[in-house]
T-cell receptor
């Protein structure tokens, strides 16, 4: 069990609404990455935050935005929700912007499952 | 371009070996990973390999990398029912993000 916690675990929204998902990183980690995992697919990189700044972004529109706070926790915001935004949103924490491969220090939370109706 | 492909499904008998295969397209990838996802859970890193290695063994897990063919495999020896899960291959180049495959669902039957 990792120290990465995400909330809420499940939520239902309707098209056009906005959603905020939250992530608390592993103790000592200063980097948070967000991934979207659609049903039956592998996770896709949305963006990464390192020391409160965006540090890389995948192929997602601007209505996907994020924040990182001084305590390194993070939020993912999605505006103008579309049906295709229905997915499991995974947060991963690591140290110093790395994918964590050297020490295996990339830990995923259990995700927030978003359903858009 | 970035693309990672895996077969969708694998079924094995308990006690047999499982081999899960993956192909990737980015020859500049420096790290390749195997993750496990159980139902309702996040991703668990099983093992990883640097692109300058051919093989890595970690207890029941053996990773083989054929860099020329851009082919990665994960062998699980003595597969158990607890190994039933979805297995994702992933690659990265500059370590700021992972590119995942679509996952292989491993089913272990008695």
């Amino acid at each position: 069990e990792t120290g990465v916690t995400q909330s809420p675990t499940h939520l239902i929204k309707t098209r056009g609404q906005q959603v905020t998902l939250r992530c608390s990183s592993q103790s000592g980690h200063n980097t948070v990455s967000w991934y979207q995992q659609a049903l039956g697919q592998g996770p896709q990189f949305i963006f990464q935050y390192y020391r409160e700044e965006e540090n890389g972004r995948g192929n997602f529109p601007p209505r996907f935005s994020g924040l990182q706070f001084p305590n390194y926790s993070s939020e993912l915001n999605v505006n103008a929700l579309e049906l295709d935004d229905s997915a499991l949103y995974l947060c991963a924490s690591s140290l110093d912007g790395l994918a964590g491969v050297g020490t295996g220090e990339l830990f995923f939370g259990e995700g927030s499952r978003l359903t858009v109706l | 371009g970035e693309d990672v492909e895996q077969s969708l499904f694998l079924s094995v008998r308990e006690g047999d070996s499982s081999v899960i295969n993956c192909t990737y397209t980015d020859s500049s990838s420096t790290y390749l990973y195997w993750y496990k996802q159980e139902p309702g859970a996040g991703l668990q890193l099983l093992t990883y390999i640097f692109s300058n290695m051919d093989m890595k063994q970690d207890q029941r897990l053996t990773v083989l990398l054929n860099k020329k063919d851009k082919h990665l495999s994960l062998r699980i020896a003595d597969t158990q029912t607890g190994d039933s899960a979805i297995y994702f291959c992933a690659e990265s180049y500059n370590t700021d993000k992972l590119i995942f495959g679509t996952g292989t669902r491993l089913q272990v039957f008695p």
